[in-house]
């Protein structure tokens, strides 16, 4: 079982910035495509990054391309998020997931990955 841990989520002004960290328990990051998803209150669970390093490709949500980074932390095993000009908008419970698979062609879809972490809440408000 593989677990996921994150860690970096509060709340920030509009504008400001957060980093969230993702734990990796077993394994090496190059054994997973490793994505990043969100939640708003009352809305479904939408894409917001991911990376596969085996192919070292990258990909975006559009609401956050140019704001969001996700890079891996291949010493500590984490797979991190930053997150520059913070709207409300992005307030969200913020997930981590890890997919075995390493489909590309769908790494936009939550049923890709395999493991979650518990989620982080990020708050972004005046």
């Known amino acids: 079982q593989v677990h996921l841990v994150e860690s970096g989520g509060g709340s920030v002004q509009p504008g400001g910035s957060l980093r969230l960290s993702c734990a990796v328990s077993?394994?090496?990051?190059?054994?997973?495509?490793m994505g990043w998803f969100r939640q708003a209150p009352g809305k479904e669970r939408e894409f917001v990054a991911c990376v596969f390093w085996t192919r070292s490709m990258i990909d975006y949500g559009d609401s956050v391309k140019g704001r969001f980074t996700i890079f891996t932390d291949m010493a500590k095993n984490t797979v991190n998020l930053q997150m520059n000009s913070l709207k409300p908008d992005d307030t969200a419970v913020y997930y981590c997931a890890a997919s075995i698979w390493r489909d590309w062609n769908i790494r936009k879809l939550q049923s890709h990955y395999d493991y979650w972490g518990q989620g982080t809440q990020v708050t972004v408000s005046s």
């Open positions: 077993r394994g090496s990051l190059r054994d997973y495509a």
